[in-house]
Each structure stands twice: as C-alpha cells, then as structure tokens.
Antibody, heavy 118, light 107 residues
Framework: EVQLVESGGGLVQPGGSLRLSCAAS????????MDWVRQAPGKGLEWVGRTRNKANSYTTEYAASVKGRFTISRDDSKNSLYLQMNSLKTEDTAVYYCARLQGGSGYWGQGTLVTVSS | AIRMTQSPSSFSASTGDRVTITCRAS??????LAWYQQKPGKAPKLLIY???TLQSGVPSRFSGSGSGTDFTLTISCLQSEDFATYYC?????????FGQGTKVEIK
C-alpha cells in the first residue's frame, strides 16, 4: 500500500524558512517523480512543484508563485522527499501535501499545515 | 499555464440524482486529465485518470469523458457519501493545474 506521510509544518514569521519532509513507503520511491501540492484555507488546490527521478537527473519544475523561493529535493536512500521554503509570505499559508501525480497516478499524503504569520 | 475552468462552482442535489460536472481547458490537453474528490479535512482522492479510466476501487457510478479541451465527470446515482468537492487536474504540461473546484451540496 502506498503511504506518504508529511511532517515539519508549523508557525513561521514572514520572511522566515521552513523545511517539510515526506516519508514514502509501499512503492519503489526511486523510480517515481514526486510532487508537492498546497491548499490555502478554504481555497482550491495549487501544484507547487515536482522532482523527477534519478533516470531523469532529479530535475525539478516549480509553480511561478514559488520559483526562486522554494526548493524540492529527495533522498532515495531514505525514501524521503523534501520541500525547503525560504522567504515565506503570508500567502504561503496552506496545507502542504506530498503527492505522486505522475501519469495521473494520484497518491497523496494527509498534509501538513504551514502558517505564515507575525 | 493551462487554465482549467469547472462549472458549476457549486450546486445542490438530492440522493439518487444524476449529476454532471464539466471542466474546460484553455488549450488542448489530449486525455491527460484526472478527477479528484475531496471531503473537508481530507486529502483529495483520485476518481478518474486519463479522462475516462476509473481508478481501482472507485464505484462504477462515477464516469469520465472527453478529450482535447472539454471534459465531464458524471455521477449516475448520487449517494450520501458523494457530497464533496470535485476537482479536475491536467497533467499535459507544466505547471500542472487544477480547476477551481465544484462543491456538491445536499438539497
């Protein structure tokens, strides 16, 4: 069974940084592209970005709203995905989901809440 | 970025109704479309991928159709557990984008 478990959310001040983690199990993590998706309170879903697998040089894609501030990385030896968030803004407040969306596969974690507020 | 527009944004329906939600892409996406169901406080659940392929374990009352720019999600006989918000998502090109959501409420 595919399982994705996020951690690392919390309260951070505007301009601050936070690193989210996602522990994956139940599938061969290293084979797959992995995504981060967020959902602001009461709003819809927004894709944040993706990391490809080793075969595709771990290249990344980002939404325009986070490009240059957020960095996605992975550690295949630990079956883990990361989201480093810098220069956080109040509008980054959201539940952040780790997901495997490649090819329409549609696996999601339970999400972790990030609140950016002074 | 490809814009995904769902209609309606919300509506009320009764158990047993046949309901249809539409999703329009701002440019052609072939069949690279997924449909998700989300309930409050929960992660989205995949219903349909490749526009019309039912995800394993999803009841057959759910169906999807369309290609190119126009897509539909149909629930043939609405059940109480189907009251939720539904999202379409294209995976044809980056950035991946979602529709704004359609909330199905109890009449």
């Amino acid at each position: 069974e595919v399982q994705l478990v996020e951690s690392g959310g919390g309260l951070v001040q505007p301009g601050g940084s936070l690193r989210l983690s996602c522990a994956a199990s139940g599938f061969t993590f290293s084979d797959h592209y992995m995504d981060w998706v967020r959902q602001a309170p009461g709003k819809g879903l927004e894709w944040v970005g993706r990391t490809r697998n080793k075969a595709n040089s771990y290249t990344t894609e980002y939404a325009a709203s986070v490009k240059g501030r957020f960095t996605i990385s992975r550690d295949d030896s630990k079956n883990s995905l990361y989201l480093q968030m810098n220069s956080l803004k109040t509008e980054d407040t959201a539940v952040y989901y780790c997901a495997r969306l490649q090819g329409g596969s549609g696996y999601w974690g339970q999400g972790t809440l990030v609140t950016v507020s002074s | 970025a490809i814009r995904m527009t769902q209609s309606p944004s919300s509506f009320s329906a009764s158990t047993g109704d046949r309901v249809t939600i539409t999703c329009r892409a701002s440019q052609g996406i072939s069949s690279y479309l997924a449909w998700y169901q989300q309930k409050p406080g929960k992660a989205p659940k995949l219903l349909i991928y490749a526009a019309s392929t039912l995800q394993s374990g999803v009841p057959s009352r759910f169906s999807g159709s369309g290609s190119g720019t126009d897509f539909t999600l149909t629930i043939s006989c609405l059940q109480s557990e189907d009251f939720a918000t539904y999202y379409c998502q294209q995976y044809y090109s980056y950035p991946l984008t979602f529709g704004q959501g359609t909330k199905v409420e109890i009449k």
